[in-house]
């Protein structure tokens, strides 16, 4: 991905109202409209005076930014972590006729190795999704030894990219859950396992794999 200063908040994949049930249209038109696009606005404003950070991509920028001097430090760890992990998680969902498995595919192999089945990794995840306090996400990561793994950042923070890529995650902040599941962040969690862009995640293993 070679996008750069400045950056844009391209339209959702889908419908606001394509994950219904599991997802309410409020819920994600606000998810996307306002929290994206804040992140989006917030992450351009302090790259407007910066022409040395404006060629680099969102990766780029979660890379470099603790060599910056405070404040851009920290906006640029908020807001390019918020753009990067919106983007990463809305690609990550798809209405729920679309949300199946390729079992032949060698993800699939991958997942078994580490948790057994697929429902196993995503009881693993929900737990992690779980136990962050206060806003954050849960993350299945790709190892560069092939290997997957479970993480969780704090709020608009990033795994590692450098370490670690991400395949799926899952954002807990309770602006994603709020109008609809209230403070209930575990029946979310189940009801947004039905739409998860499993054909994403496989591609976006094909790639750390160099498959693709
Ligand atoms: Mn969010």
Same mark, same amino acid.
């Given at each position: 991905?070679? %996008? ?5 908040? $391209?339209? =959702?994949p889908y419908?606001?109202?394509? =994950? ?6 409020r819920t994600?038109?606000? /998810? ?17 005076? @910066? !022409? ?16 910056? $001097? %405070?404040?851009?430090?920290? @906006? ?5 972590? *918020? ?5 990463l998680f809305?690609? &990550? ?7 199946? %498995?390729?079992?032949? /595919? ?5 997942? *078994?190795?580490?948790? &057994? ?5 995503? @009881? ?11 806003? *954050? ?6 190892? $560069?030894?092939?290997? =997957? ?6 709020? @608009?923070?990033?795994? $590692? ?10 954002? #807990? ?16 969690? *189940?009801?947004?396992? /039905?739409?998860?862009?499993? !054909?994403? #995640? %496989? ?10």
């Amino acid at each position: 991905m070679s %996008e750069h200063y400045p950056f844009s908040n $391209p339209p =959702l994949p889908y419908a606001y109202d394509a =994950l219904e049930p599991y997802i309410d249209a409020r819920t994600m038109m606000l /998810h996307h409209d306002r929290h994206l696009r804040a992140y989006t606005d917030n992450l351009n404003a302090p790259l407007a005076d @910066q !022409p040395r950070l404006q060629t680099l991509t969102l990766e780029e920028l979660l890379a470099i930014y603790p060599a910056l $001097p %405070e404040p851009l430090a920290t @906006q640029i760890r908020n807001n390019a972590g *918020g753009v990067y992990n919106h983007r990463l998680f809305f690609n &990550g969902l798809t209405p729920a006729a679309n949300a199946v %498995e390729n079992h032949s /595919h060698p993800l699939y192999g991958a997942i *078994g190795r580490t948790f &057994g089945n697929t429902g196993d990794m995503l @009881q693993s995840l929900g737990e992690a999704a779980m136990s962050v306090f206060g806003s *954050g996400y849960a993350w299945l990561v790709l190892l $560069p030894d092939g290997s =997957l793994a479970i993480t969780t950042t704090a709020n @608009q923070d990033t795994p $590692p990219l450098g370490q670690m890529l991400p395949l799926l995650n899952a954002d #807990v902040w309770e602006h994603a859950y709020y109008l609809k599941h209230y403070n209930n962040r575990y029946a979310y969690l *189940g009801d947004a396992m /039905h739409v998860i862009n499993w !054909p994403e #995640v %496989e591609a976006r293993y094909d790639a750390g794999m160099g498959l693709s």
